[in-house]
C-alpha cells in the first residue's frame, strides 16, 4: 500500500481521525427517582422515603464528567437525636450494558477532593491538546517532504494536477483538524471551568439532628461510566433508607 500522504489523501484522513478519536462531546447526565414518592420543585423531581422516624428527600441537582451532585433534606420525625454523616452514604451502580461488581460501593467525596480531580483533567486536557497539536505539525511535515520528493521524480500534466489537487486536500484538512483541535481545546476548558465553579460549595457535614430538626445540604458522588442506576442509601444509625435514582435521557 501507497502510504504518501499525497497520493492517498483519504489515507491521511482515516490515520488523523483516529488520532482525534478520542476528543468526544461530554455528555449531560440527569437522574430521576424511581419506586418512590416524588415531589417537584423547581422542575426537579425529588425522591422522598420516611422510615423509622426519619423523612429524606433526595433530587440530582446537577454533574460534571465526574461527578454527580445530589441535594439531600433530612427531617428528624421521631423522638431521639439522630446522627447525620455523610461519609456513610452510598450508591450501588447498576448498569443495562455493563456488569458491576456487587462491592462497587461508591461513596460521598469531599468538595476538595472533587476539586483536586477538576484539577487533574485540567491538565490532562492541557497534556491531550498539547500531543494532537504535535502530531498535526509532524503530519504537516511528513506531507510536505513527501510533496517535494513526488515533484522531484518528475511527472505528466495529469499527475502534476492529481498531486496539486491532493496536495491541497492533505494541506487543506491538516488547517480544518487544527481548527477543531483548538475548538475542542476552548470547549474542554470551558467545561472544566464549568466543573470548577459547580463543585465549589460546602457540602453537608456530619451533625446531629434533634427531634423536629431538619437540615439540608448537597452531597458528592464519584460518576462511575454506564452507570444507568444508582441504588442510594442513607445509614442512620441501624437504619438505612433506600432511594433509587434512573438516569433520564
Same mark, same amino acid.
Given at each position: 500500500m501507497n502510504l504518501?500522504?499525497?497520493? !492517498?489523501?483519504l489515507i491521511f484522513f482515516l490515520f488523523i481521525s483516529v488520532i482525534f478519536a478520542s476528543c468526544q462531546p461530554s455528555r449531560q447526565l440527569s437522574f430521576q427517582p424511581i419506586k418512590v414518592d416524588t415531589e417537584n420543585r423547581g422542575g426537579k423531581k425529588i425522591g422522598v422515603k420516611s422510615q423509622a422516624g426519619i423523612k429524606v428527600a433526595?433530587?440530582? %441537582?446537577f454533574s460534571t464528567n465526574e461527578y454527580l451532585v445530589f441535594r439531600v433534606a433530612i427531617q428528624n420525625k421521631g423522638d431521639e437525636t439522630i446522627l447525620i454523616d455523610p461519609d456513610n452514604f452510598y450508591y450501588i451502580p447498576k448498569g443495562e450494558n455493563r456488569n458491576f461488581r456487587t462491592s462497587n460501593y461508591i461513596k460521598t467525596v469531599s468538595n476538595s477532593e472533587a476539586l483536586k480531580g477538576v484539577e487533574y483533567?485540567?491538565?490532562?486536557e492541557h497534556k491531550r491538546h498539547k500531543s494532537a497539536s504535535a502530531v498535526g505539525i509532524g503530519l504537516g511535515i511528513l506531507a510536505f517532504a513527501a510533496d517535494i520528493a513526488a515533484n522531484e521524480m518528475g511527472a505528466n500534466s495529469s499527475q502534476i494536477f492529481n498531486k496539486r489537487?491532493?496536495?491541497?486536500?492533505?494541506? +487543506? +484538512?491538516?488547517?480544518? *483538524?487544527?481548527?477543531? !483541535?483548538e475548538a475542542k481545546h476552548e470547549k474542554a476548558l470551558w467545561e472544566i471551568e464549568q466543573s470548577r465553579?459547580? *463543585?465549589?460549595? %460546602?457540602?453537608?457535614?456530619?451533625?446531629? *439532628?434533634?427531634?423536629g430538626e431538619q437540615v439540608e445540604g448537597k452531597i458528592i458522588f464519584p460518576y462511575l461510566e454506564d452507570s444507568d442506576f444508582l441504588l442510594m442509601y442513607f445509614p442512620f444509625g441501624a437504619d438505612i433508607i433506600n432511594i433509587d435514582f434512573a438516569l433520564h435521557n
Amino acid at each position: 500500500m501507497n502510504l504518501n500522504f499525497t497520493k !492517498n489523501p483519504l489515507i491521511f484522513f482515516l490515520f488523523i481521525s483516529v488520532i482525534f478519536a478520542s476528543c468526544q462531546p461530554s455528555r449531560q447526565l440527569s437522574f430521576q427517582p424511581i419506586k418512590v414518592d416524588t415531589e417537584n420543585r423547581g422542575g426537579k423531581k425529588i425522591g422522598v422515603k420516611s422510615q423509622a422516624g426519619i423523612k429524606v428527600a433526595v433530587s440530582h %441537582e446537577f454533574s460534571t464528567n465526574e461527578y454527580l451532585v445530589f441535594r439531600v433534606a433530612i427531617q428528624n420525625k421521631g423522638d431521639e437525636t439522630i446522627l447525620i454523616d455523610p461519609d456513610n452514604f452510598y450508591y450501588i451502580p447498576k448498569g443495562e450494558n455493563r456488569n458491576f461488581r456487587t462491592s462497587n460501593y461508591i461513596k460521598t467525596v469531599s468538595n476538595s477532593e472533587a476539586l483536586k480531580g477538576v484539577e487533574y483533567a485540567f491538565y490532562k486536557e492541557h497534556k491531550r491538546h498539547k500531543s494532537a497539536s504535535a502530531v498535526g505539525i509532524g503530519l504537516g511535515i511528513l506531507a510536505f517532504a513527501a510533496d517535494i520528493a513526488a515533484n522531484e521524480m518528475g511527472a505528466n500534466s495529469s499527475q502534476i494536477f492529481n498531486k496539486r489537487f491532493a496536495r491541497e486536500a492533505v494541506f +487543506g +484538512g491538516i488547517a480544518i *483538524l487544527s481548527e477543531v !483541535n483548538e475548538a475542542k481545546h476552548e470547549k474542554a476548558l470551558w467545561e472544566i471551568e464549568q466543573s470548577r465553579s459547580v *463543585l465549589d460549595f %460546602e457540602p453537608m457535614n456530619i451533625q446531629s *439532628l434533634m427531634p423536629g430538626e431538619q437540615v439540608e445540604g448537597k452531597i458528592i458522588f464519584p460518576y462511575l461510566e454506564d452507570s444507568d442506576f444508582l441504588l442510594m442509601y442513607f445509614p442512620f444509625g441501624a437504619d438505612i433508607i433506600n432511594i433509587d435514582f434512573a438516569l433520564h435521557n
